[in-house]
């Protein structure tokens, strides 16, 4: 049997939470201060929706995206997004200790990122791109999503990089609205997390929403982890992307001979 949860969560359940993901570029590039001429906005293309969903029991969850009609339905696999939000996002969550493992391609090879929730990522080039630092600020506000009360919370990112030898800071800013009514700890974003189940996230030109939400049966066996991975590190991940990138340039060099 499979119902809605519409007031009240019920903690130790199984189950899905649909979600859709929007992005407008020209709302990003509004909310950035860029003024565009009339050519340039008519040539921008429009708002997309992606769809995701959590499918979860009380110990663990994956969060993927969701196949598109008349597409192919075999599982997808992308490469690490900026801070966690890349555009097909497919991670395996331990709601125990709050780790996950990011699903990562790379030359044809399926990889498991180690990862945590709530941890920002460290740039290869710490040089040139320092850590970024979040902070965290709450708020009273309070607003209902699917029936659960959801808590304000701010999170700004600072980031800094040194362009031509000038160092220069970026600040962007997401809100999350979260909730601690599920029993469980989840972001869909896992570097934007500090507590509860994360339902929505705004951010300049995206929005990611929880949709639905339905209490039903889950086999164990749809939330194991893939038998054909490779679990390596964010050291590791680093240096396999280093080398790749390595490998293109040296590839292109020799192109122009």
């Not at 970026?170 to 189940?197: A, H, K, M, R």
Request: neutral net charge; proline residues 5%; aromatic residues 10%.
């Amino acid at each position: 049997m499979v119902f809605s949860v519409q007031v009240y969560a019920q903690n130790g359940k199984s189950g899905i939470i649909k979600f859709e993901s929007t992005f407008d570029p020209a709302a990003l590039t509004a909310a950035n201060g860029i003024k565009l001429s009339n050519e340039a906005a008519a040539r921008m293309p429009g708002s997309s929706i992606t769809s995701f969903e959590l499918l979860f029991n009380p110990d663990k969850g994956i969060y993927r995206q969701v196949a598109e009609p008349n597409k192919n339905k075999h599982t997808h696999y992308s490469g690490s997004g900026f801070f966690g939000a890349g555009p097909s996002r497919h991670y395996y969550y331990n709601f125990e200790n709050h780790h996950l493992l990011q699903a990562f391609v790379l030359n044809d090879t399926l990889f498991l990122v180690e990862d945590k929730l709530g941890i920002l990522p460290v740039p290869g080039d710490s040089v040139n791109h320092p850590a970024p630092v979040i902070e965290y600020t709450k708020s009273d506000e309070i607003k209902q999503i699917l029936g659960f009360n959801c808590h304000q919370v701010t999170a700004s990112i600072k980031l800094k990089h040194k362009i031509q030898g000038v160092e220069k800071e970026i600040t962007d800013q997401f809100i999350l609205w979260y909730t601690n009514e599920p029993g469980f700890d989840f972001s869909p974003n896992p570097v934007l997390w500090t507590e509860g189940v994360v339902l929505a996230i705004e951010g300049k030109g995206t929005r990611t929403e929880a949709k639905s939400m339905h209490y039903q049966d889950v086999n164990p066996k749809e939330l194991d982890l893939p038998a054909n991975r490779i679990i390596i590190n964010q050291e590791q991940l680093r240096s396999k992307i280093d080398l790749r990138r390595k490998q293109a340039n040296l590839s292109r060099i020799g192109s122009w001979n």
